[in-house]
């Protein structure tokens, strides 16, 4: 949730600066359209493709967002942080006692395994692909992203 609202001001400032440097006066039609993405059968394609390129920033942007959280500042976003969680790298995870399990290498996420997580995880999502729901079916519930990238999402030393 605390990522969900630091990325939500970020893309709200961005369309209120996009908004600004294109001297649209009606806040309220733009805000509803961009920020809130409401779409009705005033919808011009003039508008749409706005939309989409608002969009596009903004999944970049969270892409970059979790970049460098989870590579430069030790493994975490903000919110995984708050709930005790890092992302690590990992080859191989075996079962060694319940809700324990070892993590082989288990270091810090490289960059570029970091861009890669975050790409497959923000466009399955834009595209709608739950890529999320694979944790449901994969050992130690790891998600298709984390599988593809070699991450997994683990407690951080201490936090229980």
């Keep these: ?3 969900f609202f630091i990325l939500f001001f970020i893309k ?4 209120l600066s996009i908004m600004h440097l294109s001297g649209i006066k009606d806040i ?3 805000a509803m359209h961009y920020i809130i993405e409401e779409i009705d059968e005033d919808t011009s394609m003039e508008d749409l493709q706005k939309m989409m390129v608002v969009a596009l920033i903004y999944r970049l942007l969270v892409c970059f967002y979790e970049i460098i ?3 430069g500042a030790g493994g975490a976003t903000p919110g995984k942080f708050l709930l005790g969680l890092r992302v ?3 080859d191989t995870s075996v079962l060694i006692a319940p809700s324990r399990v070892l993590v082989i290498p288990s270091s ?3 960059m570029t395994t970091s861009t890669i997580r975050a790409l497959i995880k923000n466009f399955s999502i834009a595209s709608f692909f ?3 729901i694979t944790l449901l079916f994969f050992q130690h519930n790891r998600t298709a992203y984390d ?3 070699g991450t997994i999402v683990v407690r951080r030393n201490g936090i229980r």
């Design 1 to 3: 949730m605390v990522d």
């Design 12 to 15: 709200a400032t961005i369309v």
């Design 28 to 30: 309220s039609k733009f």
């Design 69 to 71: 959280c989870i590579w």
């Design 88 to 90: 690590v790298t990992c």
């Design 108 to 110: 810090n996420v490289s």
């Design 130 to 132: 739950p890529a999320f």
């Design 147 to 149: 599988i593809v990238a």
